[in-house]
């Protein structure tokens, strides 16, 4: 995946370009010494949370990566029919519908199975799913064939991923490669 560090006034940004979102800022805590304190932007409310002091600013992204590899984040309970998980890439969340299904969405677009929404017997089986298919087309994502995927979701450009180029333009009968 793709970060970057964004000079921002007197801080820094962190953006996941593949995501197109800022993700974290890290701010100068003294220039001098090179100390910089690195935070995160992730979750519903945006709060600043520390996430370590670096010595540098070529620390701030591989320190940021590592703590949330290390420290996924979790899901909350909304309610008792809600859990949601917000990501460095995406919102994930799982709700019960009225017959007792468990359902599951990225920024707004239901998993499939099979062009029809996903239902899950479980809250688990919900989030075990979202889970796993939290980096669905995005670059450099792993592909799980399980019958599972995202209703498409229009910010996501499918010609950045080498696999969905080459499934177009075989589906299109294109031996050249030229996408029209």
């Known amino acids: 995946m793709n970060f970057l560090l964004l000079k921002n006034y007197d801080h ?3 953006r996941n370009d593949d995501a197109d979102c800022i993700v974290g800022r890290v701010y100068c805590l003294h220039r001098q010494r090179g100390l910089y304190e690195v935070t995160s932007r992730i979750g519903p409310s ?3 949370d520390e996430i370590a002091v670096v010595k540098s600013l070529n620390d701030a992204i591989p320190t940021f990566i590592d703590y949330y590899e290390k420290n996924p984040v979790p899901w909350e309970r909304e309610s008792s029919s809600f859990y949601s998980r917000y990501t460095m890439f995406v919102c994930l969340w799982v709700e ?3 017959q007792g ?4 969405y990225r920024n707004d677009y239901p998993m ?3 062009t029809k929404p996903a239902r ?6 919900a989030q075990r799913a979202a889970d796993a298919h939290e980096l669905d087309l995005y670059p450099n994502a792993k ?3 399980d019958g599972f995927s995202w209703q498409p979701d229009p910010e996501i450009d499918w010609r950045s991923i080498p696999h969905l180029v080459e499934e177009r333009a075989n589906s299109q009968g294109n031996a050249s490669g030229y996408l029209a």
């Open 143 to 145: 592909v799980i064939d």
């Open 96 to 98: 019960q519908d009225r």
């Open 112 to 114: 499939l199975q099979d």
């Open 12 to 14: 820094y940004l962190i």
């Open 120 to 125: 899950f017997a479980t809250c688990v089986d």
């Open 101 to 104: 299904h468990w359902l599951a």
């Open 46 to 48: 945006y709060q600043a």
